[in-house]
């Protein structure tokens, strides 16, 4: 299958294109009886949802007529009702007949919507022409757990959808990789029905959540992350608190983080937050990115406007980069992109600055005033352990910033390739405790000795920290490690792994909006969340 890039011009809704009204958001009902639906209705009605899906199919017993009217007659939200068979992926293993009865009578109720599989759209759409109450409205759908067709496929699927007589066209695809979710842009953007297009699977996540971006007609958010009705949905919470979804217009600018694994990542919460606070028309997401140059030669138009950058693409995004800053370069790792309203990809590594200004504010709480214009690391022997991305990074920023840097780790070799590259000393991470040239120096572990599941462990023993007046560890789980624990008690001044995720996250933000960022909220955000 061809790769397709998702440029300016594609984003661009064409003249007949529908979808002006806001993209609404519809909670799927997954309660095995009645009162359970209807507490998840009143919940849904809370949370912030605009219709609830009524999933017929998860009822363990259902009795049409009495049952439908309870439900559609006591929902204090609009109605979609959806009897999936298993065929489609649903739980319905009945008579057919039965089954299209019960979406009839829904009608007849008053449901506002009614969701038809498209195999059996045309005779069902026939059947009730003449009955259909101007309210309600027929979705019908298509399911596709298998893959992501061509574009043409899809536009192919649209027509014969549209030729049931559907008020409302539903394209459910699966995601292999996450620029299968441009294909299914590309159709919302540019339909001339109202269309929920849907790319299921981790790596389909964007295609929910940038639905009012691109014109979807609805996208679908669980009522709780345990209570999914397809792969890959997300919560009408997380939606609407956590990407602020109400906020997401077509000219919206997309950012995010692309890793993998990336879910973990707290990015989205800090940056959506800051672009709230400020009303920045932006949105921060979760890219879970398998193949880096795939991945920007598709999104290549200017509302993609920048990214973070985590394991393990920081190496290989290098090599898809039009601009490098030049600190960046030499570390061989960048986790900041930004692309330039002329479309280039420009890219940083914010890391180093992160830690390093942390440092040099920990060193001046110590020492007092600093001559203007110079470092407190000037001249300060500087003790890297681990010469991995964040041993470059804490290496090149305490270099340029003129320490006398000291490079170790556990083979001789790696620590020499980068203490050679930084003009400075290369050890063993074996020989660091007996090294103490010189008491005052500075520590800063980049290391996972300590990091979570072994809190136990440490990089260096208590009585070599006493030659060291400040140590910083880049371990964030847990945010006390030993080694922070210790140093402290040999009377060192710490400086938190925190410290450099937040700072880094500062510059980043800089980057991508050309704004300070908003410190406080940063903080207060890491604190509750991390």
Same mark, same amino acid.
């Given at each position: 299958m061809g790769s397709l890039?998702?440029?300016?011009?594609?984003?661009?809704?064409?003249?007949?294109?529908?979808?002006s009204g806001p993209t609404l958001l519809c909670t799927p009902l997954m309660g095995t009886t009645i009162d359970q639906m209807l507490i998840e209705m009143q919940k849904a009605k809370t949370i912030g949802a605009d219709i609830v899906e009524i999933r017929l199919d998860c009822?363990?017993?259902?009795?049409?007529?009495?049952?439908?009217? &309870? *439900? /559609?007659?006591?929902?204090?939200?609009?109605? *979609?009702?959806?009897?999936?068979?298993?065929?489609?992926?649903g739980q319905y293993e009945g008579d057919e007949a039965k089954r299209q009865g019960a979406l009839k009578l829904a009608m007849e109720f008053g449901a506002n919507y009614i969701d038809v599989e498209l195999e059996v759209a045309h005779d069902f759409i026939n059947s009730v022409s003449a009955k259909k109450p101007d309210t309600c409205k027929i979705i019908v759908s298509s399911h596709n757990f298998h893959n992501t067709p061509s574009t043409e496929a899809i536009?192919?699927?649209? =027509?014969?959808?549209?030729?049931?007589? =559907?008020?409302?066209?539903?394209?459910?695809?699966?995601? +292999?990789? /996450? &620029?299968?979710?441009?294909?299914?842009?590309?159709?919302?953007?540019?339909?001339?029905?109202?269309? /929920?297009?849907i790319v299921m699977g981790e790596r389909g996540l964007i295609s929910r959540l940038l639905c009012p971006k691109f014109g979807g007609?609805?996208?679908y958010g669980a009522l709780e992350a345990?209570? /999914?009705?397809?792969?890959?949905?997300? &919560?009408?919470?997380?939606?609407?608190?956590l990407y602020n979804f109400r906020l997401i217009r077509p000219d919206t600018k997309v950012y995010g983080i692309i890793g993998k694994p990336v879910g973990h990542s707290k990015s989205p919460l800090l940056f959506n937050a800051a672009f709230k606070s400020v009303g920045l028309n932006a949105v921060y997401v979760?890219?879970?990115?398998?193949d880096v140059e795939k991945f920007f030669n598709t999104y290549s138009s200017t509302d993609f406007a920048g990214c973070s950058c985590t394991i393990p693409h920081k190496e290989a995004a290098l090599k898809c980069m039009n601009d490098i800053d030049p600190i960046a370069k030499k570390i061989g790792a960048i986790n900041n992109i930004v692309r330039r309203p002329d479309g280039k990809l420009i890219a940083f590594n914010t890391d180093y600055i992160g830690a390093i200004s942390a440092i040099e504010d920990g060193l001046r709480g110590l020492n007092g005033a600093i001559p203007s214009g110079s470092s407190p690391l000037a001249g300060k022997l500087f003790v890297v352990l681990g010469a991995g991305g964040a041993g470059k990074s804490l290496a090149y920023g305490a270099a340029q910033k003129g320490a006398r840097v000291v490079v170790a780790n556990r083979t001789f070799e790696?620590?020499?390739?980068?203490?050679?590259?930084?003009?400075?000393?290369?050890?063993?991470?074996?020989?660091?405790? #007996?090294?103490?040239?010189?008491?005052?120096?500075?520590?800063a572990n980049t290391t996972s000795v300590g990091m979570k599941p072994k809190i136990d462990d440490t990089p260096l023993p208590k009585h070599a920290l006493k030659h060291y007046c400040l140590v910083f560890d880049a371990i964030y789980t847990p945010k006390d490690t030993r080694l922070l624990r210790e140093a402290k008690e040999?009377?060192?001044?710490?400086?938190?792994?925190?410290?450099?995720?937040?700072?880094?996250?500062?510059?980043?933000?800089?980057?991508? &909006?050309? *704004?300070?960022?908003?410190?406080? +909220?940063?903080?207060?955000?890491?604190?509750? #969340?991390?």
């Open positions: 890039s998702l440029a300016a011009s594609d984003l661009e809704r064409s003249d007949g294109a529908v979808g009822l363990r017993n259902f009795n049409p007529r009495q049952d439908l009217q &309870t *439900l /559609i007659k006591q929902s204090p939200l609009p109605t *979609l009702v959806t009897y999936r068979p298993i065929w489609e992926g536009g192919n699927l649209v =027509a014969r959808i549209q030729a049931t007589g =559907a008020d409302i066209v539903k394209i459910a695809t699966t995601a +292999l990789d /996450i &620029t299968d979710c441009a294909r299914i842009f590309q159709i919302t953007v540019h339909s001339q029905v109202p269309t /929920i297009g007609y609805l996208t345990g209570a /999914i009705s397809a792969p890959g949905q997300p &919560t009408a919470k997380d939606l609407l608190d979760h890219f879970l990115v398998d790696r620590a020499k390739e980068l203490a050679d590259k930084v003009g400075g000393k290369a050890m063993t991470l074996a020989e660091v405790e #007996h090294f103490h040239p010189e008491e005052g120096m500075v520590l040999t009377g060192a001044v710490i400086v938190y792994g925190t410290e450099m995720l937040i700072r880094q996250g500062f510059e980043q933000y800089k980057n991508f &909006t050309g *704004l300070p960022a908003p410190e406080d +909220l940063f903080r207060q955000l890491m604190e509750k #969340h991390a």
